[in-house]
C-alpha cells in the first residue's frame, strides 16, 4: 500500500486498503458495474467534464465564495475562511452530487431515479435533480422522519417526488436505505440509484467524491488567492462524508495541511449515544462496503443518535476509514451541546445560519484554532445552511415553544 | 458433512430437494428448534436457518417481520449456532444463510470452526459475492463446509462461471429481480436462468425466491435440483392465532411442498 497514493485509490475493485469493496447480492453487481463503467468513462470525456461544470455554474450556483469570516476569527483565536457551500441552489454541497449523478442517469439511458434521506435534504436534493432531467423519483424516508421533516417531504412533493414512508426497522436513515436497496434489486433495468453520501459499494464512494470534489479544489485556489499560501488546517463534519471528502480530497498530497472530521457525538460517545462511528465504532461491513461502524457483540448495526438528522447514521464513507487508519485525517468527536453553541456563535457574529451538520464543524475549528494559535489559517466547510433547523435550534435554545 | 449427498440420492429418485427456511429464534429460540424439527419431520430435506440481522436488505416484509421478533427476543449469534446443532442431531442437513457482518464479526476462521462442530453443512451469503470472499474461501475450505453464493438474471455468463467455480453443495438461483417473498407465480426468468447455469457447472441448482405451495414447489423442481421456500412457510407461524395451530399450519405446507418436489412437472411453468 505505500507505493499508491491517496489518488489512485480506490483500486479497481472499489478497495481503500482495507476498506470499501462491494459487500452487495450479485442481482446488482451488474448494475455497478456498468455504473463503475460509465463512472471511469466521464473521467476522461471532455464533453461530459464541461457539461456537468456548466450545470454547477449556472445552476448550482457553484463556484461557492470562500469567505473571510473576520468577526467569527475574533471570536475563535484564529483566521476562519468558511467555504460557502450553503449558499448553493438547494442550501448545500449535495446539490454537486445529485446533478452529477442526474446526468450519469441520463447517460446510462435509465428514466427513474430512488434516494434515501434523513431529514429530506438529500430527498430534496435528488428530486430537484429529478426534475431538471425529467427523470421519475421515489424518495424513501423513515416514517418517524416524515412527521417530523413534513416541510421537506412537501418540498419533494412540489417538485413532482413519490415519498415512500419507511416503517420497518428503526424507521431512521439506514431503514431507509435498506428499502431503497430492495427498490434497487427489484427495479434495477430501469432505475438508478442516487446515493446521498461518499459510502455504499463501489463506484458509490469514490464516485462522488469526485462530485464533490469541487468543493477542495476551489478552496484550495482561492485560499491561496486571499492568504498568498495554503491553509494550516481543513475542517469538515462526517456523516457518510460526502462533504468532508469533498473539502480534503484535494487537500490530501499537501502534507502541511491538516485534515480534521468531525464526527456527531451526540450526548458524547461514552453514553453510546451518538453517531461517531470512526470515534466510536469498529470495523464492520454496512451497506456494501467495509468500513468503520456502530454494531453490537454479534455485528448487528446499532442505531445512531444525533442532534444532526445528516449525521445520524451508524457507519461512514470507507475513504474516511481509510484516511483514518494512515493518519492523513484526525476525527474527533463533536457533541450536541458543542455543535449548538457554535451554531449560535456563528449566527450572532457573522449573520449566517448554518447548517446544524455544518455546526460540528465549527465546533471542531474552535478545538484546532486553540491548538494551533492566532497565526493560523482554518478552512471550514460551511456545507449547509440552516433554514431546514430552525425548529430544532428553536426549540433548543428555548425561544420557540414546543409543537404539542 | 455436506449437502452433496442428499442431491445425489434425490437426483437418483428422480425428484428435487425441498430446502425450508426459518429464522433462528423465531419466534423463541426454542420454539424456531421446534418448528425446523416439525418441518424436517414433515419432509422438508435441508433445513435452512436464517440468522436475524439488523438490516437484511435482500428480504422481504416477511422474513424482515420474522428477524424482527427474533432481535427483538434477544438472539445471539451463540443462539444460532445452538439452534443449528438441535437441528443437525435429528439427522437432517442443516445450512446457515447469514449476512456478511455476524460471520465477520465473530471472526470468519472461527465462525466456520464452531458452525461445522455444531454439525452445520454449509453457508449461504447472499451479501457476499466470490470476488470478496478470500477469506471465507480459505475457512470453508479449512472446515469443509459447503459454501453457496448467489446468482441472478442479470449476472453475465462470465459472473455466472466465475460464482458457479467458487459454489460448494449447490448453487443458489434467485429466480426473480426482487426481494424474498411467497408471489403468484414464480418467474419465466428462472427456468432460463437454470439452464444458462448448466453450461458452467455440474453443481446442483437451488432456485429461490418466491415459491408458497406444492404444485409451485413441483414447477420449480421440472428444472431445478432443489426448491427453497421461505416466506411461506414462516408465514404459517406468523399469521397463526397460536402456536399450535402455527405449527400444524407449518406441517401441513411442509408434506404439501415435500409432495410437490417428489412430483416435479416436466413443463416449465407458463406465467
Not at chain 1, 169 to 182: F, I, Q, V, Y
Not at chain 1, 340 to 354: H, K, N, Q, S, V
Not at chain 1, 385 to 397: C, I, L, N, P, Y
Amino acid at each position: 500500500m505505500s507505493d499508491e497514493t491517496p489518488e489512485q485509490l480506490p483500486d479497481s475493485a472499489g478497495h481503500f486498503g482495507r476498506f470499501g469493496g462491494r459487500f452487495m447480492p450479485e442481482a446488482l453487481i451488474p448494475a455497478l458495474d456498468e455504473l463503475d463503467a460509465e463512472y471511469r468513462k466521464i473521467q476522461s470525456d471532455q464533453g461530459f467534464q464541461d457539461e456537468f461544470a456548466k450545470l454547477l455554474r449556472e445552476y448550482g450556483g457553484v463556484p461557492s465564495l470562500l469567505y473571510d469570516a473576520t468577526r467569527l476569527s475574533e471570536a475563535v483565536g484564529a483566521r476562519i475562511l468558511l467555504k460557502r457551500e450553503d449558499l448553493n441552489h438547494t442550501g448545500a454541497h449535495k446539490v454537486r452530487n445529485v446533478l452529477g449523478q442526474a446526468l450519469l442517469t441520463q447517460r446510462m439511458g435509465k428514466k427513474r431515479i430512488i434516494a434515501e434521506t434523513g431529514a429530506g435534504q438529500h430527498g430534496v436534493a435528488s428530486a430537484t435533480a429529478a426534475t431538471l432531467f425529467g427523470l421519475e423519483c421515489v424518495v424513501y424516508m423513515g416514517e418517524e422522519d416524515t412527521r417530523r421533516q413534513a416541510l421537506n417531504v412537501a418540498r419533494m412533493r412540489m417538485l413532482g417526488a413519490t415519498v415512500v414512508p419507511v416503517s420497518t426497522g428503526s424507521r431512521t436513515l439506514k431503514d431507509a436505505m435498506n428499502e431503497a436497496l430492495r427498490d434497487w434489486v427489484t427495479n434495477v433495468a430501469t432505475t438508478h440509484y442516487m446515493i446521498g453520501t461518499a459510502a455504499g459499494p463501489h463506484p458509490f464512494p469514490a464516485m462522488v467524491r469526485d462530485f464533490a470534489r469541487g468543493i477542495g479544489v476551489e478552496a484550495r485556489a482561492q485560499c491561496l488567492e486571499l492568504t498568498g499560501r495554503l491553509p494550516d488546517a481543513v475542517c469538515a463534519c462526517v456523516g457518510g462524508g460526502s462533504n468532508a471528502i469533498g473539502i480534503f480530497h484535494a487537500f490530501i498530497p499537501d502534507s502541511s495541511v491538516r485534515l480534521y472530521g468531525f464526527e456527531a457525538g451526540g450526548e458524547g460517545v461514552s453514553t453510546g449515544r451518538h453517531a461517531a462511528s470512526i470515534t466510536g465504532g469498529d470495523t464492520g461491513v454496512l451497506h456494501g462496503a467495509r468500513t468503520y461502524i456502530l454494531q453490537d457483540e454479534d455485528g448487528q448495526t446499532i442505531e445512531s443518535h444525533s442532534i444532526s438528522a445528516g449525521l445520524d447514521y451508524p457507519g461512514v464513507g470507507p475513504e474516511h476509514a481509510w484516511l483514518h487508519d494512515t493518519g492523513r485525517a484526525t476525527y474527533e468527536p463533536v457533541t450536541d451541546a458543542e455543535a449548538m453553541d457554535a451554531f449560535a456563535l456563528l449566527c450572532r457574529t457573522e449573520g449566517i445560519i448554518p447548517a446544524i451538520e455544518s455546526a460540528h464543524a465549527l465546533a471542531g475549528a474552535r478545538r484546532v484554532a486553540r491548538e494551533l494559535g492566532p497565526d493560523a489559517t482554518i478552512v471550514v466547510n460551511l456545507s449547509g445552511r440552516g433554514d431546514k433547523d430552525v425548529e430544532t435550534a428553536g426549540k433548543f435554545f428555548g425561544i420557540i415553544e414546543e409543537r404539542s | 458433512m455436506s449437502l452433496a449427498p442428499t442431491f445425489e440420492k434425490a437426483r437418483a429418485d428422480g425428484r428435487g430437494v425441498l430446502i425450508g427456511c426459518m429464522p433462528a429464534g423465531f419466534p423463541t429460540v426454542e420454539g424456531g428448534i421446534e418448528a425446523m424439527r416439525a418441518m424436517a419431520a414433515a419432509g422438508v430435506d435441508v433445513i435452512e436457518v436464517e440468522l436475524p440481522y439488523s438490516d437484511p436488505v435482500m428480504d422481504g416484509p416477511v422474513i424482515q417481520r420474522a428477524s424482527e421478533i427474533a432481535l427483538a427476543g434477544g438472539v445471539r449469534t451463540a443462539d444460532v449456532l445452538r439452534t443449528i446443532e438441535a437441528v443437525a442431531e435429528v439427522g437432517v442437513p442443516v445450512v446457515l444463510m447469514s449476512y456478511w457482518n455476524p460471520i465477520e464479526r465473530y471472526g470468519v476462521d472461527r465462525f466456520a470452526r464452531d458452525f461445522a462442530a455444531a454439525g452445520g453443512a454449509g453457508v449461504i451469503t447472499p451479501d457476499l459475492i466470490p470476488d470478496e470472499a478470500q477469506e471465507w474461501l480459505a475457512a470453508s475450505d479449512r472446515y469443509g463446509l459447503d459454501r453457496i453464493f448467489l446468482v441472478a438474471p442479470a449476472s453475465t455468463d462470465e459472473r455466472l462461471a466465475m460464482t458457479a467455480e467458487h459454489c460448494r453443495g449447490f448453487v443458489y438461483a434467485t429466480s426473480v429481480m426482487g426481494v424474498t417473498g411467497a408471489r403468484e407465480q414464480t418467474s419465466s426468468a428462472a427456468p432460463t436462468l437454470v439452464e444458462r447455469l448448466r453450461r458452467f457447472t455440474d453443481l446442483p441448482v437451488g432456485v429461490g425466491l418466491g415459491v408458497r405451495d406444492g404444485s409451485q414447489a413441483a414447477a420449480v423442481a421440472g428444472y431445478a435440483d432443489g426448491v427453497i421456500v421461505g416466506s411461506a412457510l414462516i408465514r404459517c407461524l406468523l399469521d397463526a392465532p397460536d402456536p399450535d395451530s402455527g405449527l400444524e399450519a407449518l406441517r401441513a405446507l411442509s408434506a404439501d411442498l415435500a409432495q410437490g418436489v417428489r412430483a416435479p412437472s416436466a413443463a416449465t411453468e407458463k406465467q
